[in-house]
């Protein structure tokens, strides 16, 4: 049972170069949710979704877009990189019920803007 | 004023030492609650939710006050395998939908 997948694992970008970060989870989640983690900081929530075809702006959501065409995947984009995303990135997902909402992650996206 | 806030520490305590942590939560109307655990470079991982009337599950307790918009976690008989950042979680429902809101996390670091 694979859970959370996320893709790349790793990156380094140049500033103003373009990327999307691929989550995938096979557990039939309705939530879906992008995190960032800065040291410090705990983790910070960017987008998340509600469902398929849905988005909504998290804490802080600007610079990135997202998009959420199927149900399984949530796609969080960075149209022009910056050094101030550098960061780790988590995606979660978790179940459409208030009163359980543990929330199952991916291993991390490790981002470098240089 | 943060919507979640927990003491960063680090708590450095001794094998079997009890240990307490503090969360203090800014929306009222915040519906369920939980402590997450991160080992270093890893996802966090539910330790456990928190509920009104406390709950227990082994050697951790965690306890809500609502009035005072508290949570709490205490960890008996520390062991090595404890130490990780602790997370506390809040889920505002704002809207009716489901909204996992973290603090920065509190260390430990659990020593022979």
């Known amino acids: 049972n694979a859970g959370v997948t996320q893709t790349p694992k790793f990156r380094v970008l140049k500033t103003g170069q373009s990327m999307t970060l691929l989550c995938a989870q096979d557990m039939n989640h309705e939530y879906m949710y992008w995190y960032r983690q800065d040291p410090g900081m705990g983790l910070r929530l960017i987008h998340y979704s509600v469902g398929e075809g849905t988005t909504a702006k998290g804490e802080v959501p600007d610079g990135y877009n997202v998009s959420r065409l199927k149900k399984q995947n949530f796609l969080l984009g960075l149209e022009s990189a910056a050094p101030s995303q550098t960061s780790v990135y988590f995606c979660?997902?978790?179940?459409?019920?208030?009163?359980?909402?543990?929330?199952?992650f991916g291993q991390g996206t490790r981002l470098t803007v240089v | 004023r943060k919507e979640v806030e927990q003491d960063p520490g680090p708590f450095n305590v001794p094998e079997g030492a009890t240990v307490a942590f503090n969360c203090t939560y800014s929306?009222?109307?915040?519906?369920?609650f939980f402590w997450y655990r991160q080992d270093c470079r890893k996802e966090p991982k539910l330790l456990m939710s928190v509920y009104s009337s406390g709950n227990e599950d082994g050697r951790f307790t965690a306890q809500l006050n609502r009035a005072s918009q508290y949570i709490s976690l205490l960890i008996r008989d520390s062991k090595l395998s404890d130490s990780a950042t602790y997370l506390c979680v809040v889920n505002p429902l704002q809207g009716g939908y489901n909204k996992l809101i973290f603090g920065a996390g509190t260390r430990l670091a659990v020593h022979p």
């Open positions: 929306n009222s109307a915040s519906q369920s």
């Open positions: 979660a997902s978790s179940e459409l019920r208030p009163d359980n909402t543990e929330a199952f």
